[in-house]
């Protein structure tokens, strides 16, 4: 049972436009999500985070959204760069140090 | 310093062998954890440890043992591992308690069992 999905494994976006990757969860006790980017052969390096009780967190280029409701993120990268075409991990968690659940990923390509 | 290393980058070994895992990390960090990461896969949860105490068990098999000799370091010591242990092995710290839960990952061990 996939608590957090990912249902885009990849998406193609060209250099300069909006790159929209979603996420989707089934556990309404998540209070806290992440995004994570993954280069080949590195550890997940922390993007972004956000809240619960917020809707958007910003910084820089990502956005995060997150709709309660729905049970539904999104990160958005604007403009996108040849250098963020990576797999981007979406990640949730009920509080404290409870262990991250992960979605399988969506790779990203950004073409010059 | 947002930095968690580990060594070794890259490890061969067979299966009668015995080798370690190591994780560091200096940002005070009171949870680290084990993770295992198959190619195209996202990273699946072994250990976590919390004020240097084994507080998550995924139901790993015994030849995988974790130990945490003090707070900065975690260990991952490995026995007679199977050719389907290959994997990246993942090292990850974060704050306890309170929000952000931010994990860091390290760089990850790339292991290759023969």
């Known amino acids: 049972d996939q608590q957090v999905k990912q249902n885009s494994p990849s998406l193609s976006v060209q250099e300069g436009r909006i790159s929209i990757l979603n996420c989707d969860y089934t556990?309404?006790?998540?209070?806290?999500f992440l995004w994570y980017k993954k280069y080949p052969a590195e550890g997940p390096t922390f993007l972004i985070s956000?809240?619960?009780?917020?809707d958007k967190n910003e910084d820089g280029r990502f956005t995060v959204f997150l709709n309660k409701s729905a049970k539904h993120l999104s990160l958005h990268i604007v403009p996108s760069q040849p250098g963020d075409s990576a797999v981007y991990f979406c990640a949730a968690s009920v509080g404290g140090n409870t262990p991250l659940v992960f979605g399988k990923g969506t790779r990203l390509s950004v073409i010059a | 310093d947002t930095e968690v290393t580990q060594t070794p980058k890259h490890l061969v070994m067979g299966m009668t062998n015995k080798k370690s895992l190591k994780c560091e990390q200096h940002?005070?960090?009171?949870?680290m954890y084990w993770y295992k990461q198959k190619a195209k896969k996202p990273p699946e949860l072994m250990f976590v440890y919390s004020y240097e105490k084994l507080s998550i068990n995924e139901s790993v098999p015994s030849r995988f043992s974790p130990e945490c000799p003090n707070s900065s370091l975690l260990n991952l010591h490995l026995h007679a591992l199977q050719p389907e242990d290959s994997a990246l092995y993942l090292c990850?710290?974060?704050?306890?308690?309170?929000?952000?839960?931010?994990?860091?990952f390290g760089p990850g061990t790339r292991l290759t069992v023969t």
């Open positions: 956000i809240s619960s009780i917020k």
């Open positions: 940002m005070g960090h009171r949870a």
């Open positions: 556990n309404s006790m998540f209070d806290y």
């Open positions: 990850a710290s974060s704050q306890t308690g309170l929000p952000p839960y931010e994990q860091y």
